[in-house]
């Protein structure tokens, strides 16, 4: 019995290893296409925010000062904000079947915060698929959130200029 069942080992013993090989190999490449794909993402991410933070305003919206985004959205409220960035698909996801496949609108979200209020700005920069793609960004939402009070969301850029001045002085 000992023979036969050292003859089947030979026999499949060869199978078995080449399978195990090509398995723990597939998972390797699995495992490193993840890796690279997310770096990918988060340098995807990392110029999104770039290009957003250092866009003029006057390429957002015609009327606008010629000055960074950045610096022009800490300026509504000084040096009291703390502000963050982030990519999101600009609301769009729905979670079902029909999100199969599609190529994402790509934005920037701009959130300044101070201890009672917070404004943020929506701008799309292109697409998840095609990377950055608009010369000028679309704003996809602004709004300013006080506390204990309703929010406030605003049509353009000037309009939250606007409204923001007369409130911190700024």
Same mark, same amino acid.
């Given at each position: 019995?000992?023979?036969?069942?050292?003859?089947?080992?030979?026999?499949?013993?060869?199978?078995?290893? =080449?399978?195990?090989?090509?398995?723990?190999?597939?998972?390797? %490449? !699995?495992?490193?296409?993840?890796? %690279?794909?997310?770096?990918?993402?988060?340098?995807?991410?990392?110029?999104?925010?770039?290009?957003?933070?250092?866009?003029?305003?006057?390429?957002? =919206?015609?009327?606008?000062?010629?000055?960074?985004?950045?610096?022009?959205?800490?300026?509504?409220?000084?040096?009291?904000?703390? %502000?963050?960035?982030? %990519?999101?698909?600009?609301?769009?996801?729905? &979670?079902?079947?029909?999100?199969? &496949?599609?190529?994402?609108?790509?934005?920037?979200?701009?959130?300044?915060?101070?201890?009672?209020? !917070?404004?943020?700005?929506?701008?799309?920069?292109?697409?998840?698929?095609?990377?950055?793609?608009?010369?000028?960004?679309?704003?996809?939402?602004?709004?300013?959130?006080?506390?204990?009070?309703?929010?406030?969301?605003?049509? !353009?850029?000037?309009?939250? =200029?606007?409204?923001?001045?007369?409130?911190?002085?700024?």
């Amino acid at each position: 019995m000992l023979g036969s069942q050292r003859c089947i080992f030979l026999r499949y013993g060869k199978f078995i290893l =080449e399978y195990m090989n090509r398995l723990f190999a597939v998972i390797v %490449v !699995s495992f490193l296409f993840v890796i %690279v794909s997310q770096a990918q993402s988060k340098r995807q991410e990392a110029a999104a925010i770039r290009y957003a933070r250092n866009i003029s305003v006057s390429k957002i =919206e015609k009327g606008m000062p010629l000055i960074r985004f950045d610096k022009w959205f800490r300026s509504l409220g000084g040096a009291k904000l703390k %502000v963050k960035y982030e %990519v999101n698909d600009c609301g769009e996801q729905t &979670g079902t079947s029909a999100d199969r &496949g599609r190529d994402f609108p790509m934005c920037v979200e701009a959130t300044a915060e101070t201890e009672v209020s !917070s404004i943020q700005v929506n701008m799309q920069v292109g697409t998840f698929k095609k990377g950055i793609t608009m010369r000028r960004p679309v704003t996809r939402g602004i709004r300013v959130d006080e506390e204990g009070e309703e929010h406030s969301d605003f049509d !353009s850029l000037a309009e939250l =200029e606007k409204f923001l001045r007369p409130v911190w002085g700024n």
